[in-house]
């Protein structure tokens, strides 16, 4: 909104320095440091809310160190997070857009699926909470729209290199902006992948049938990463810290992606207007650094899954946006190691239950987190570490770019 303010003072009054915010660096600037305040200020507010509504965490029994401590910290602290994300985009970004508008659609309908989930864990007393198949409806709705969004939008699409043409002794190095099924894939040349190679091979007709195969994978990737993270939130900062080590990563791929002159040096697919996403992405960094305030061990609020549903779906929909879904196994490896970990687990017990008449248990438990703890090791250290790992694979992702 003050975008459009400050436009209509630099075309009508000529004010000096309101032109300042044409600049998106400045304007992600701006998106940070307000999404910091408002999860510092008003994070503390919310909190007591929570208390006084006495919307406190049950924690399981899972003979832990340190739970019994946990229980009855305030919950659905992810309202503070998206709250923080929302009102500095709705402040500095271009609304029009619509890469921001689908992150506003994808927040908030994440955000309604995650605080439906707490509510009837926290008021209707289930500890179940909303039931597994309407989340994964929720996640594959959200898919649906997302995928066939990128599929038909007009204002979707990607500038390709024309080919050097020469008339008249002048050469011609214009690109050309069009619909593609392209995508961005590590470790092969030209660092790209096209969609329709999936059903080219069963014949020609069936390459205009590609989108729907893109769509599905589309869901997937939304579903799986926002479940990841979902499991990651098990530990003070966990989930939170990791997702902001990600953030910081794809501020800097939308950057190159949607600046024709970074990705001209980057030799990566130039995609118009995709700019607009560093200052979603800075708003979602600064709401997650912000939470962390509330959030590190010990924690005095935790996200619930209002939170750790939108953090995932987030992650997911830009990474889709700007053409980096293939990269989501390395980039947000953190989530994929806690996923694997819950599916080996339970697929290991079944099996050896099913053969030898008892379960046996690769991990301590699962998540992989909570196998740490059961091995004595500090929460606080566990946390750290994975920190660790998760820039590894952040500044790995960010190789990838000139790896091919």
């Known amino acids: 909104m003050l975008y459009y303010l400050f436009e209509f003072f630099e075309n009508n009054y000529n004010i000096p320095g309101a032109g300042v915010f044409y600049y998106i660096s400045f304007r992600a600037a701006l998106a940070i440091i307000t999404s910091l305040l408002v999860s510092l200020v008003f994070g503390g507010h919310i909190i007591k809310i929570i208390k006084n509504y006495q919307i406190g965490e049950e924690v399981r029994k899972l003979g832990l160190e340190g739970e019994d401590k946990k229980s009855g910290t305030p919950t659905m602290g992810g309202l503070i997070i998206l709250s923080a994300i929302i009102i500095p985009t709705l402040l500095f970004a271009k609304l029009e857009n619509i890469y921001i508008q689908v992150m506003l659609i994808s927040t908030l309908w994440l955000g309604v699926i995650g605080f439906v989930d707490d509510y009837i864990k926290v008021f209707k007393k289930d500890k179940k909470g909303l039931a ?3 989340k994964i409806l929720g996640q594959v709705g959200l898919g649906l729209i997302v995928g066939l969004i990128m599929v038909f939008h007009s204002d979707i699409v990607v500038k390709e290199k024309n080919v050097p043409t020469e008339v008249e002794g002048v050469y011609d190095f214009s690109v050309t902006a069009e619909k593609s099924s392209k995508t961005t894939i590590p470790f092969l040349k030209n660092n790209e992948f096209n969609y329709h190679n999936l059903t080219s091979w069963i014949g020609d007709g069936m390459v205009k049938y590609s989108w729907l195969l893109f769509v599905l994978i589309v869901i997937f990737v939304i579903t799986a990463v926002s479940n990841g993270a979902n499991m990651t939130d098990g530990l003070d900062g966990l989930a939170t810290g990791t997702s902001a080590i990600i953030g910081v990563a794809l501020v800097l791929f939308c950057y190159v992606s949607g600046n024709i002159i970074a990705a001209d040096y980057l030799n990566i697919m130039y995609i118009p207007d995709s700019g607009e996403l560093v200052i979603y992405m800075s708003a979602f960094v600064g709401a997650c650094v912000g939470f962390m305030w509330y959030n590190s061990f010990p924690a005095q609020v935790f996200m619930g899954d209002t939170g750790s549903l939108s953090l995932g779906g987030i992650i997911a929909v ?29 697929s290991y017990f079944k099996y050896t239950r099913k053969k030898f008449g008892e379960g046996k248990r690769i991990f301590k438990m699962a998540p992989i987190h909570h196998h740490f703890q059961k091995k004595g090791i500090h929460e606080s250290k566990i946390v750290t570490r994975f920190w660790i790992v998760g820039v590894m694979l952040a500044i790995l992702t960010v190789v990838t770019l000139k790896l091919r």
């Open 132 to 134: 597994g198949k309407f």
């Open 318 to 346: 830009v990474a889709i946006l700007i053409r980096k879904e293939l990269l989501i196994p390395i980039l947000c490896g953190i989530f994929l190691i806690e996923n694997l970990s819950v599916l080996m687990q339970v």
